[in-house]
């Protein structure tokens, strides 16, 4: 972000660390999808509907925090995101559909489902009453110094859980036997099947995981941001993460960076003013960004080689 | 010979729709032997290879191991079994390391942990029991094909194989190359191992194997000791006919000098990564003349190939057909005044799979006025056109508007030709025109370009298969590295030299200055 | 001629089959919020066949929808996945409207003109950005589009609330957001007056317009542009292997700019229908969601135009069924969002395993013909993929 857009916006210095603090709050959201999407990804099935996940998972999220409490909410978003992406496994590594075709059903169905649902368990299509967060947290040591205090307490768990995740899935991608048979079947599937592995099982694996954290991710803007669900509380950020994760290329540490860039760029929508730009505009800044992110990937990134591509084996 | 065979198949019969891939196969395999299978493409070798790597499953039939009958649903079984399969087109994974490829599948990890740097370990220390040479902390993308068939061997090796298939192992190979890894096979079978070799190259058969075991159109012909066959006995069992093994080349008579028809001048052209492919290549095609461009794979014959018609930009240097410069116009131009091109993978870029097969008949001349009334397609008289057009070329198809996918390799290549040589074009360039091929197709595609040579045209061959350049060509140029190390014309040169042309060993053109970057 | 036949028949098998898994799917969502989907079903036929006024509405309804599945339908075609035709018709909406409220003292039957040619203008401009970076620099136009429709909301939200909104709304309640009145030079007419000649009564409320003719002949135009000109010739080939058309001398870059800009002029035609009719104005709670459902209906009709009619005659019927099965059974409209995503998933599930099958006949019948030759297993699956 350029900084005189910063001082335009007349931020004042002790505000930058609140900014920031916003920032990694708005970024946890397209991390945890981001990092999904990698899961997915590596194991060659895109994920459109990642959105559709996000959307579910924040719907009953809700739902859960309301009649179970927070811990069981966000443990139920999490499972509704897999059950919409079992949906996606079962058309694309199944069936072998376009992959593409498939995610943006899904979105188009998880938007009808939560409204339905919404009406019936809410009596509202479009909201629901307000829910119990988790109790927040301070890190040790590090939210005494006052320059980072407000990045270091009072934070959701969940913000904690999602940069944690980072490494954690770094070393399951790479140092474990299931990371490393999950990235043979997107580069390779057919190596990997006569091989012996079972590319059907582990493309399933990768979206399952992808669906797993994107409703995890919604259930975060339910429970821990918004205290509720609102429609179109998601604003396309399961987009947004994929995104962020081809401008990772494809890696767990680069999709942080990238998911911090667009938190940042979220945050910043949010937060400033610029003279003269509408803030329509300004809202619109990660969706720009996002465009202006892909255009400039290429030639940087470089997707698994099987990504996207359905698997058949053949003699069948 | 009284051992009980290590592995015996009886009546082994497979199916897929349409086609019965084998017939009634019996095959008797005995231990420690190197064992061939010969038969042309489509004979059914690559499906019973598959039968015995546990790929398919047999429809019917045995499958006897060591006495016991077997049954194996998958690749892990036959490995289970100590079978292993090294396949034509390698199972690799161009982004892992040497030892993450071998041990996938197979990681022998404690607590689902995996430790590089312990694969790493234990596939130097079985690479050292083979003296294979490799790095197994090298990408899999950096190496030769001849190291990365030592990585599929190994593969197979660390499974435990005693029983390792090859499919055409030799098809990507340059005769150095081919020599390297008979060297293995041999140890391998003083090692204890048992191989069965596919291949359609005789003399390589000859050479290599012990024991030779021909198929026909999904059938046993018969097995002989490789020490009492003959060349022209197996390929007369494999054909079913007496083959030549000349093809006729007759000297086509000009009326005055040969004229230039295709040339390309001092032409380099970009590859992936911004790499030069093609770095300073100069040739004359002339009328009445097939100049062939012999090379391994991957040494710039398909980026000169691309350059020449336009598909890939050219960063220096010229492309002249008949004196009028063609360099970087549009591929329609290039086409357009006068040049056919044969693709070098016809289902990718040959043809339009899932259209029909007279919308593909008009691939590359859809614009042409003859086939519109107005602004419109006249179907018509398309169809009549493409009617006649496949009569002429023998293309079998039912219904041409059916989907050109349903067709068979060969007739989808005479359908390519059909439409790329009925626009009476002056130059042809064609890139591996009879890959995948069965011999029946093969010979048909042949007599084709050499009737179009007599006719008068130029025609520009890409192969990798040498056999096929040496006999075409009329002069041979080989690639190495993107540039021309040699030229000469066929019969002048013996194999081995030719082979080390191809591999860079030998080079009658200096080495260009600055050294060259693998 | 036999073999076309049962080559229609089984093209129609597929959407066929879809629809009634789809009312399967959609009747456990019905038991699942307690109600009796047989009944459920039962309103929604009665009410939407029973009444003069539901099938006027229909195709009122499917107007904008044959519009919206012959632009993704085109994309398709050319192999690009147009998701943004719902940004695009918001602009092309706006520009229309834009030209219908200020562009003044004009005859009707240019100013009308002028301004659908203004709506596709603003459904080009819209289409251009994604098509470029994907020609350019390689940008996937899924996201892309996906991102351009959420900026399309925030110009319209900027137009219509803080650039263009009608200031004179007169004094009742609270000002809408939107934009003064399109002059009646620029209002598309309804087709009463035809209907009511003809001897059909369809009631004066209905606002089914000549933007259903117009739409119709599109697909007959896009048909024959796809099926009958070397344009469409090689709009299909690079949709379907844009290596095979590039080495035939086709410019698939080209084609594809082409091809994505004519997908966008189609959808600037979406929001028309009713704007340019039934509103008379643009508010900022236009109807919305054409684009997505757009991409049910082309795959519904697998991309073929008149395939395209029917299938937005059938979510037509859909929408205004949901109307009915929420004013007559206490059902929420949105389970016809849901069934909306079910068709989908199982139209592309059921048209794959039936395309397969369908192949693999197709290939035995060929090894059939053949079979003077050799039996030859280059065909057979497995072989050198």
Excluded at chain 3, 123 to 144: D, N, Q, S
């Amino acid at each position: 972000m350029h900084p005189d857009l910063i001082l335009a916006a007349g931020v004042s210095s002790p505000a930058i660390a609140d900014a920031v603090a916003s920032a990694i709050r708005l970024t946890t959201p397209l991390l945890l999808t981001a990092l999904g999407a990698v899961f997915t990804e590596r194991g060659g099935v895109v994920n459109i509907g990642l959105e559709g996940m996000m959307i579910f998972g924040a719907f009953w999220s809700a739902w859960g925090a309301y009649t179970y409490g927070p811990l069981a909410g966000l443990a139920i978003g999490a499972v509704a995101g897999a059950i919409m992406a079992l949906v996606h496994a079962i058309v694309s590594v199944t069936f072998r559909v376009d992959q593409i075709v498939s995610g943006v059903a899904i979105n188009t169905l998880a938007y009808g489902l939560v409204r339905v649902a919404s009406q019936a368990l809410f009596h509202s299509a479009t909201t629901s009453p307000s829910v119990p967060s988790l109790p927040r947290i301070d890190v040790p040591v590090l939210d005494q110094i006052p320059a980072l205090q407000p990045l270091m307490a009072n934070l959701s768990p969940l913000i904690v859980f999602a940069f944690v995740l980072v490494p954690v899935s770094w070393w399951v991608l790479n140092r474990t036997v299931f990371g490393l048979r999950l990235r043979s079947v997107g580069e390779n599937p057919l190596a990997a099947d006569t091989l012996g592995i079972n590319v059907v099982l582990m493309r399933y694996s990768g979206v399952l995981i992808s669906g797993l954290l994107a409703g995890l991710a919604g259930g975060y803007l339910a429970v821990e941001q918004t205290s509720m669900y609102v429609e179109g509380m998601t604003a396309g950020r399961g987009f947004v993460a994929l995104a962020a994760m081809i401008f990772g290329n494809w890696t767990p540490v680069g999709a942080m960076f990238a998911s911090l860039l667009f938190g940042l760029a979220d945050s910043l929508s949010i937060r400033v003013t610029i003279p003269h730009v509408p803030y329509q505009f300004v809202n619109s800044l990660p969706y720009i960004l996002t465009i202006v992110v892909l255009a400039g990937a290429v030639g940087h990134a470089r997707a698994p080689a099987a990504d996207g591509v359905p698997y058949e084996r053949s003699g069948e | 010979m009284a051992e009980t065979p290590l592995l015996t198949l009886t009546g082994i019969t497979k199916r897929f729709p349409g086609v019965v891939a084998n017939r009634d196969i019996n095959l008797a395999i005995q231990r420690g032997e190197i064992h061939a299978i010969v038969g042309e493409n489509g004979a059914g070798k690559s499906t019973l290879m598959r039968i015995i790597a546990g790929l398919y499953q047999p429809d019917e039939g045995q499958i006897i191991l060591d006495g016991r009958r077997i049954q194996m649903r998958g690749p892990r079984d036959a490995a289970r079994l100590g079978i292993g399969m090294v396949h034509q087109h390698f199972m690799l994974i161009p982004r892992f390391t040497v030892a993450e490829n071998i041990v996938l599948g197979e990681e022998h990890a404690r607590g689902g942990i995996f430790s590089p740097r312990e694969a790493e370990a234990r596939i130097r220390e079985l690479a050292a029991q083979y003296q294979f040479e490799l790095d197994p902390t090298e990408l899999v993308e950096n190496l030769s094909v001849g190291a990365q068939q030592r990585v599929e061997l190994l593969k197979v090796l660390y499974r435990g194989a005693s029983i390792i298939i090859l499919d055409e192992p030799t098809a990507v190979l340059v005769p150095h190359e081919v020599e390297e890894l008979f060297a293995n096979l041999q140890s391998l079978r003083q090692a204890g191992k048992t191989i069965i070799f596919i291949s359609h190259k005789l003399d390589e058969v000859l050479e290599i194997a012990d024991r030779i075991t021909v198929l026909r159109a999904g059938r046993v012909i018969g097995t002989v000791p490789a020490s009492q066959a003959t060349k022209e006995q197996l390929a007369e069992m494999m054909v079913g006919r007496p083959v030549l093994f000349h093809l006729e080349k007759p000297p086509v008579k000009l009326g005055g000098p040969p004229i230039g028809v295709l040339e390309v001048r001092d032409l380099t052209v970009l590859g992936a990564h911004r790499r030069e492919a093609v770095s300073g290549v100069s040739f004359v095609v002339r009328q009445c003349e097939i100049l062939g461009v012999a090379g391994v794979e991957g040494n710039g014959q398909t980026e000169l190939v691309e350059g020449i018609m336009g598909l890939r930009p050219v960063a220096r240097g010229k492309v002249i057909l008949l004196g009028r410069d063609i360099t970087g116009r549009p591929p329609s131009t290039i086409r357009n005044s006068g040049v056919a091109f044969i693709p070098e993978d016809r289902q990718r870029q040959g043809l339009v799979l899932p259209m029909s097969v007279w919308e593909n008949a008009m691939l590359g001349y859809h614009r042409a006025t003859e086939y519109r009334r107005g602004v419109f397609y006249d179907l018509g008289r398309i169809k009549d056109r493409v009617r006649s057009l496949i009569r002429t070329y023998d293309v079998r198809t039912p219904d041409i508007n059916g989907r050109v996918e349903t067709l068979s390799g060969g007739n989808q290549q005479k359908l390519i030709l059909a439409k790329e040589m009925s626009s009476s074009p002056t130059a042809i360039v064609a890139s591996q025109p009879t890959r995948g091929l069965d011999v029946g197709a093969t010979e048909f595609v042949w007599q084709r370009l050499l009737a179009a040579r007599a006719e008068g045209l130029a025609i520009l061959l890409v192969s990798a298969d040498l056999e096929e350049v040496l006999a075409l060509s009329d002069r041979v140029i080989v690639m190495y590295r993107g540039q021309i190390v040699t030229e000469f014309v066929p019969g002048t040169l013996p194999a081995t030299t030719i082979g080390e042309y191809m591999l860079g060993i030998r080079r009658d053109t200096p080495a260009p200055v600055g050294g060259e970057k693998a | 001629m036999k073999r076309r036949w049962v080559s229609l028949g089984l093209s129609l098998l597929g959407p066929v089959s879809a629809l009634l898994i789809s009312a399967i799917l959609g009747a456990f969502v019905m038991l699942a919020i307690g109600k009796n989907p047989l009944q459920v079903y039962a309103v929604m036929i009665s009410y939407n066949l029973g009444q003069l006024d539901s099938i006027g509405s229909i195709f009122y309804r499917a107007t904008p929808l044959i519009f919206s599945g012959l632009a993704v339908a085109i994309g398709f075609k050319a192999g690009l996945f147009n998701i943004g035709v719902e940004g695009q018709y918001y602009l092309g909406a706006f520009f229309a409207s834009w030209a219908g409220v200020y562009i003044k003292g004009l005859p009707a039957y240019i100013h009308l003109p002028l301004v659908i040619l203004f709506g596709i203008a603003g459904g080009v401009i819209w289409a251009w950005l994604p098509i470029y970076l994907k020609v350019k620099r390689g940008a996937h136009e899924v996201i892309t589009t996906i991102m351009m429709n959420s900026i399309a909301s925030a110009v319209m939200l900027y137009f219509i609330h803080d650039v263009f909104m009608d200031q004179n709304q007169g004094t009742l309640g609270a000002p809408r957001v939107r934009m003064p009145p399109i002059q009646p030079t620029a209002r598309m007419p309804t087709m009463l007056g035809f209907l009511h000649a003809i001897g059909i009564d369809m009631p004066n409320y209905v606002a089914i317009n000549w933007f259903l003719v117009l739409a119709i002949l599109a697909a007959v135009a896009v048909y024959y542009l796809l099926w009958r000109t070397p344009f469409g010739y090689e709009l299909r080939a690079v949709g379907q292997n844009p290596q095979a058309a590039e080495a035939a001398g086709i410019n698939t870059k080209n084609i594809q700019y082409q091809a994505f800009l004519l997908s966008g002029a189609i959808a600037g035609l979406v929001g028309l229908s009713d704007v340019l009719t039934y509103f008379g104005y643009l508010d900022i709670d236009f109807p919305k969601g054409y684009g997505f459902s757009g991409i049910a209906v082309a795959l519904l009709a697998n991309n073929n135009p008149f395939g395209i009619i029917l299938s937005s005659l059938l979510f037509g019927f859909l929408e205004r069924g949901g109307l009915g099965i929420q004013a007559l059974a206490g059902v929420p409209r949105e389970v016809t969002t849901i069934l909306e995503g079910v068709v989908i998933l199982t139209v592309v599930t059921v048209t794959a395993i039936i395309g397969r099958r369908v192949r693999a006949y197709e290939r035995h019948m060929a090894a059939l013909a053949t079979a003077a030759e050799p039996p030859i297993d280059t065909q057979a699956p497995g072989r050198g993929q």
